[in-house]
């Protein structure tokens, strides 16, 4: 079965790399994106980005409204003063998961040290907005569902790997819970596959 989904993915990548932009941007939009579409994830990270010379920001602003609004699933565009404009740097989210992401204990603990405002899901978009303005944030591992305890250590460890305690790896490195980590990674890997395989079919 991991074959046959492995084949699935790399069939649907073929499909889209020979497409336009525009279908080529809303193909990665609805695969990589579809465990935030279908509810299982508060949001995905997705750099829509192929040829140097396509300006994928431009097609992303135009068209993201029309693709994401019926379903109920907002984004943010967090390279948007960036000056490469065939890369974007987007993240889709559904509000009231992130809400709830952003509102446990852990996170917040993690969030307020960094300066983020709590119980402020919009305060804290613009302040991982503007952080991306000067590096990469690495607590937005808290803004995509991940385990607390999963992005912190990553935080602490990350300039000694050898340190840190991993466990596992996939959509995020796992110090904690292994199995619970491992059950969402299927998920999201279920819902990015049959998103797949109905856009192969048409649908």
Request: glycine share 6%; with cysteine.
């Amino acid at each position: 079965m991991a074959y046959k989904n492995l084949n699935i993915i790399q069939n649907f990548m073929q499909y889209v790399m020979n497409s336009d932009t525009e279908e080529f941007a809303r193909g990665i939009l609805f695969c990589f994106g579809a465990p935030t579409i279908q509810g299982i994830k508060a949001s995905c990270l997705i750099n829509f980005r192929r040829h140097s010379h396509e300006d994928m920001r431009s097609i992303w602003k135009a068209k993201a409204d029309e693709w994401l609004n019926p379903l109920g699933v907002q984004w943010l565009l967090l390279n948007d003063n960036g000056e490469n404009i065939s890369n974007a740097l987007v993240l889709i989210y559904r509000r009231e998961l992130l809400e709830r992401a952003l509102s446990c204990n852990e996170a917040c603990e993690i969030l307020k040290i960094r300066g983020y405002p709590l119980n402020d899901v919009e305060g804290c978009l613009d302040c991982l907005c503007r952080k991306f303005c000067e590096g990469f944030p690495h607590e937005i591992g808290l803004f995509l569902d991940y385990p607390p305890y999963d992005v912190l250590c990553f935080m602490e460890n990350r300039k000694c790997e050898k340190c840190a305690k991993l466990l596992s790896r996939s959509y995020w490195k796992v110090y904690g819970n292994v199995r619970r980590a491992k059950r969402a990674f299927r998920k999201y890997k279920r819902a990015e596959y049959d998103a797949a395989r109905l856009m192969l079919m048409g649908e």
